[in-house]
């Protein structure tokens, strides 16, 4: 059974940073794609960044050049590092894996609707 906790959430002000993580367990990063998701009040959800097995990464355009995600294989652990903050990236944030399917791309990675694991949410406040 796939599980998933995020952790690092918090309330920050504006051009601050944080470290997201994600430890997950009950599957293998070999054959997973993973993603960091994020959901505003009264928005959809949506793709901030995602990676593949094989390290390829893709980024939504409003975080390209702030954000980076990472992942330490050894530690099953999903990072999502968050510089510069503006309030418009306040929001509770998700990460989520599930099966990689032949020839998927970084870029397809990013659409919540691929994925059927998902943690439980962390909040992420930036303050202006």
């Known amino acids: 059974q796939v599980q998933l906790v995020e952790s690092g959430g918090g309330s920050v002000q504006s051009g601050g940073s944080l470290r997201l993580s994600c430890a997950g367990s009950?599957?293998?990063?070999?054959?997973?794609?993973m993603g960091w998701f994020r959901q505003a009040p009264g928005k959809e959800r949506e793709g901030v960044a995602a990676i593949l097995n094989d390290g390829s990464t893709s980024y939504a355009d409003s975080v390209k050049g702030r954000f980076t995600i990472s992942q330490d294989n050894a530690k099953n652990t999903l990072y999502l590092d968050m510089n510069n903050l503006r309030p418009e990236d306040t929001a509770m944030y998700y990460c989520?894996?599930?099966?990689?399917?032949?020839?998927?791309?970084?870029?397809?990675?990013?659409?919540?609707?691929?994925?059927?694991?998902w943690g439980q949410g962390t909040q992420v406040t930036v303050s202006s």
């Open positions: 009950g599957y293998s990063y070999s054959s997973y794609c």
């Open positions: 989520a894996a599930d099966t990689l399917t032949p020839s998927m791309t970084a870029i397809q990675a990013l659409r919540a609707h691929l994925y059927n694991h």
